[in-house]
Nanobody, 120 residues
Framework: QVQLVESGGGLVQAGGSLRLSCVAS????????MGWFRQAPGKEREFVAT????????YYADSVKGRFTISRDSAKKTVYLQMNSLKPGDTAVYYC?????????????WGQGTQVTVSA
């Protein structure tokens, strides 16, 4: 079973950038599609981005398209979320997750989350 640990969150001003990392343990990471989700205070958890097991396909929520980039490094068993042009509306706890497949965004397992706060 894959375990996930996120890092890289913090406080940043609007317009700034952060890069989140999610390190996975377990031998099956390289065969799994991965996703990033976020949950703002008082709101439901929402999808942000996904990447296929090969890294060859990516898909983004409309709210982050053109600003966020998901990538993965199979040798390091790590998936990244580069976040640029951050807005106060991006403030949330960000979670990485393993997915059932690239086409199925249901998460199989979650990390513990990392807080991202964007000040105006």
């Amino acid at each position: 079973q894959v375990q996930l640990v996120e890092s890289g969150g913090g406080l940043v001003q609007a317009g700034g950038s952060l890069r989140l990392s999610c390190v996975a343990s377990g031998r099956t990471f390289n065969s799994l599609s991965m996703g990033w989700f976020r949950q703002a205070p008082g709101k439901e958890r929402e999808f942000v981005a996904t990447i296929s097991w090969s890294g060859g396909s990516t898909y983004y929520a409309d709210s982050v398209k053109g600003r966020f980039t998901i990538s993965r490094d199979s040798a390091k068993k790590t998936v990244y979320l580069q976040m640029n042009s951050l807005k106060p509306g991006d403030t949330a706890v960000y979670y990485c997750a393993t997915l059932y497949s690239y086409a199925d965004l249901r998460p199989r397992a979650w990390g513990q989350g990392t807080q991202v706060t964007v000040s105006a």
